[in-house]
Nanobody
Framework: QVQLVQSGGGLVQAGGSLRLSCAAS????????MGWYRQAPGKPRELVAF???????NYADSVKGRFTISRDNAKNTVYLQMNSLKPEDTAVYYC????????WGQGTQVTVSS
């Protein structure tokens, strides 16, 4: 059974920071690429950041320099550190794992007030 359990998120003022966590089970975590997606109201789901099994990272242009994705293989956990948050970052954030199939976390609301 594959499970991706997210934690973190919440309400923060513009300029603040949040850290999202995603703990994985039922997969060979160290071999998996992990990603964070978000879906804002009225907009399609978009890729925010991903990290490969080898540690290579990529970011959406809108979050470069503000967000950092990292992983701790000993804890089977991927993180998204979000700094200098903007109201435009408001969305439901989803953890994603892909090896041969896509797996998704339950989603975590991030709300950034003006």
């Amino acid at each position: 059974q594959v499970q991706l359990v997210q934690s973190g998120g919440g309400l923060v003022q513009a300029g603040g920071s949040l850290r999202l966590s995603c703990a994985a089970s039922g997969i060979s975590f160290s071999f998996a690429s992990m990603g964070w997606y978000r879906q804002a109201p009225g907009k399609p789901r978009e890729l925010v950041a991903f990290i490969t099994a080898g540690g290579r990272t990529n970011y959406a242009d809108s979050v470069k320099g503000r967000f950092t994705i990292s992983r701790d293989n000993a804890k089977n956990t991927v993180y998204l550190q979000m700094n200098s948050l903007k109201p435009e970052d408001t969305a439901v954030y989803y953890c994603n794992c892909n090896i041969t199939s896509n797996y998704w976390g339950q989603g975590t609301q991030v709300t950034v007030s003006s």
